[in-house]
């Protein structure tokens, strides 16, 4: 059974950093693809980056292509998400996700963080 812990988040003012961190215990995350959603206050919960085990393919939502990057260390079973550029409506919780299927569906992915909150002023 994987267990997925994120941090890093917070309040931060737009143009602002912060990097994301998603550390695994159990079996070891080579064996599965990895994702970060995001849940905005009234809003069904929404895809932002993937990355699969080799982390040789990358996927992003358009919204975020270019101001976010989404890595991982197996050795590590950690993930990161380092989020750039910081807008007001980055705003929301965000959750790591591991599953054996790659996509940008909350069915492909089999566990699921608590979700770390990041707020953006402006």
């Known amino acids: 059974q994987v267990q997925l812990v994120e941090s890093g988040g917070g309040l931060v003012q737009a143009g602002a950093s912060l990097t994301l961190w998603c550390v695994a215990s159990?079996?070891?995350?080579?064996?599965?693809?990895m994702a970060w959603f995001r849940q905005a206050p009234g809003k069904e919960r929404e895809f932002v980056a993937g990355?699969?085990?080799?982390?040789?393919?990358?996927d992003y939502q358009d919204s975020v292509k270019g101001r976010f990057t989404i890595s991982r260390d197996n050795a590590m079973n950690t993930g990161y998400l380092q989020m750039n550029s910081l807008k007001p409506e980055d705003t929301a919780v965000y959750y790591c996700?591991?599953?054996?299927?790659?996509?940008?569906?909350?069915?492909?992915?089999?566990?699921w963080g608590q979700g770390t909150q990041v707020t953006v002023s402006s």
């Open positions: 996700a591991l599953g054996k299927s790659f996509g940008r569906s909350t069915t492909d992915y089999d566990y």
């Open positions: 159990g079996p070891s995350i080579t064996d599965y693809e």
């Open positions: 990355i699969i085990w080799t982390s040789r393919v990358k």
